[in-house]
């Protein structure tokens, strides 16, 4: 059977050790009384939840799926998950980071990152409920006129209802300037909106009395393109002045789709027949108040990776010291038992440490994204919220590409190590690869994060947030350059800082020249980037570890970072030279190839 537990222990490290977050809190009033014990208990209190409420169902729920009542539109979700769900929002889970003043606790985004990382790992499909919940919150709680917020953010903030984001729909995905969806104005002030949309996560289920909408549509008078496109809130069920629920508004679900993976999430194909509406934020700017939810949802995204790569590399480690097969190449390692484990194997740990590393830099990156976001909400110093907020612009779709494809190498890895067993079913490693599939898929391919990041948060301003990561990254080389302990962690990332100016002046150059060329770059360009942030985190990782044992911390642990970080700079750090080479390569062996491709 399957395992999970939770990563308490890293989580600490990375929360306490490396980027001090209580200090941090420290300068935020909101967050001031936000302690160690405070932020260890709930960790703890939100690993026993993921673990012994969500985990139990994650192969059930992916066997069972959900079921379409297509007389009712009514969906049902896999057996357990509505009462694991009463349980999380009974337990308050659901109102964790939220604003107090919609009955939230008020606790720090970080801490909501550790909960959701725990869900994720425990069950995907599950945690897709309540995930999507809190980008439609974050969405009315930032664009929401005063009527809406105090008619939604209460239940959403409870749990007691469930959101959703509208976008895609059959003939567009990514280009939401094609979309054709209408919102007729009525003379109360609502408006009646048609339309047919799909691959709508959680569009339809059994687990709260009422579902949230975030739909995007036309207005009549609307431009063409995505200039011309609104955001409307509408409610599966309408919502009384008394705050009770009223008649059932015409949003149905018309199916589900058949998935590689994701089984227990419902995601379905929906139509709006005049179905009633309120308009979000200003006229045809939807996308501006709608960005709010995706790219929070990018960061959970790239969250559903780490996840993954978490609980997957535990099972595998946990498989690798158990199976006997064949003898070490350098001599007998068990001789006891008629074969060695296969963690004596190099390859087999060369995918076990793949898993890993990529596992212990994500979870770095996601709580420095998640520390940047409070910082950008709460403190006190505008420059400090100003530069949060624009380096987590930067790290956005470095996140959510990124950690999402070596969420895919990794679970591949995984299931390798099991072998013939890996394939099958039973085991649970088959399912974290195809519950991982998606997550390079929705929110944005990796492709169009790619392009997002080198073409507008790059290029778009000369560099200029790039440089203020490289900055950190300067400040980190100066601190530890003359340490020889760190030269191994050092040298590769103030190598790589100063490759990537020129790398990135070329690119912009053959860009001005041919905008394919930025195209033809942006994925290799993306993963290179990617690299440089990982090294940063695992650099500042090996420092903390290295002064642990030099003040005499016995501690196995730290050991453990420094053999992990040297072995993702050896190992994984390397691909950077084949990624720039390849970048280089240009756009004329891709688009001159109409006869390769007729």
């Not at 567009?172 to 919102?183: E, N, P, Q, V």
């Not at 072998?419 to 492709?447: A, C, L, P, S």
């Not at 290799?524 to 990617?530: H, I, P, S």
Request: proline share 4%.
């Amino acid at each position: 059977m399957p395992i999970y537990n939770p990563p308490l222990r890293d989580m600490q490290f990375v929360l306490h050790e490396v980027f001090q977050v209580t200090d941090a809190f420290k300068a935020m009033p909101r967050h001031a009384e936000v302690d160690v014990d405070t932020v260890n208990a709930i960790l703890e209190e939100a690993g026993k939840f993921a673990s012994g409420v969500t985990f139990p169902l994650n192969i059930s729920g992916d066997e069972e799926g959900c079921t379409l009542n297509r007389d009712t539109h009514e969906v049902t979700t896999p057996q357990g998950f509505k009462q694991a769900y009463q349980q999380y929002v009974e337990g308050g889970w659901a109102a964790l980071s939220c604003e107090p003043e919609f009955g939230g606790q008020g606790l720090p985004h970080v801490m909501n990152q550790c909960l959701y990382e725990m869900l994720n790992s425990a069950n995907q499909a599950w945690t897709m409920y309540p995930g999507l919940s809190h980008g439609a919150y974050e969405a009315l709680l930032a664009h929401g006129t005063p009527e809406q917020k105090q008619t939604y953010l209460p239940k959403l903030v409870s749990g007691e209802w469930t959101g959703t984001m509208c976008l895609t729909e059959p003939h567009c995905g990514t280009d939401l300037g094609l979309l054709r969806t209408k919102a007729e104005p009525q003379a109360d002030g609502t408006y009646k909106i048609t339309g047919a949309k799909i691959f709508i996560s959680a569009g339809e289920h059994d687990m709260a009395a009422n579902i949230v909408h975030l739909v995007l549509a036309r207005l009549p008078d609307a431009p063409k393109g995505s200039k011309g496109i609104s955001l409307f809130v509408v409610p599966k069920y309408h919502v009384n002045a008394d705050g009770s629920l009223g008649a059932r508004n015409p949003v149905f679900c018309t199916g589900l789709e058949h998935k590689m993976g994701i089984h227990g999430n419902a995601t379905a194909q929906i139509s709006l027949d005049g179905a009633v509406g309120t308009l979000v934020g200003e006229p045809h700017k939807g996308l501006a108040a709608m960005f709010v939810m995706m790219n929070a949802a990018r960061l959970g995204v790239g969250n559903q990776s780490l996840g993954l790569t978490e609980v997957a590399y535990q099972n595998a480690l946990a498989y690798a010291k158990d199976r006997l097969q064949m003898r070490s190449l350098s001599g007998t390692k068990a001789k006891d038992k008629e074969a060695d484990p296969i963690i004596v194997h190099p390859d087999v740990r060369k995918m076990l440490l793949t898993a890993k590393a990529y596992a212990e830099g994500a979870r770095a990156l996601q709580i420095y994204c998640t520390l940047l976001l409070d910082q950008s909400h709460h403190h006190p110093d505008e420059k400090v919220r100003k530069d949060s907020d624009e380096l987590v612009a930067l790290l956005t779709p470095i996140v959510k590409a990124f950690i999402t494809d070596n969420g895919h190498t990794a679970t591949n890895a995984c299931m390798q190590v099991f072998g013939g067993h890996g394939f099958i079913k039973e085991w649970g490693m088959e399912q974290h690869v195809r519950d991982n599939r998606i997550n390079m898929i929705y929110e944005g391919t990796n492709t169009v994060q790619s392009l997002d990041l080198l073409g507008r948060k790059v290029l778009g301003n000369q560099g200029a947030t790039l440089k203020k990561f490289g900055k950190l990254v300067a400040a980190l080389v100066a601190e530890e350059g003359v340490n020889e302990k760190m030269a191994e962690f050092i040298n590769p990332i103030a190598m790589l800082g100063e490759q990537m100016t020129k790398f990135t002046t070329e690119i912009g150059f053959k860009g001005m020249q041919n905008p394919d060329e930025v195209g033809a770059a942006a994925v290799d360009y993306l993963r290179v980037a990617g690299h440089l942030v990982f090294g940063y985190m695992f650099a500042r990782m090996a420092q903390v570890a290295l002064r642990a044992i030099a003040a005499g911390n016995a501690d196995p642990f730290y050991v453990a970072k420094l053999q992990t970080a040297r072995f993702y700079f050896a190992k994984l750090f390397p691909e950077t030279v084949m990624l720039m080479r390849t970048a280089r390569a240009g756009s004329k062996v891709l688009m001159d190839t109409d006869a390769a491709l007729a």
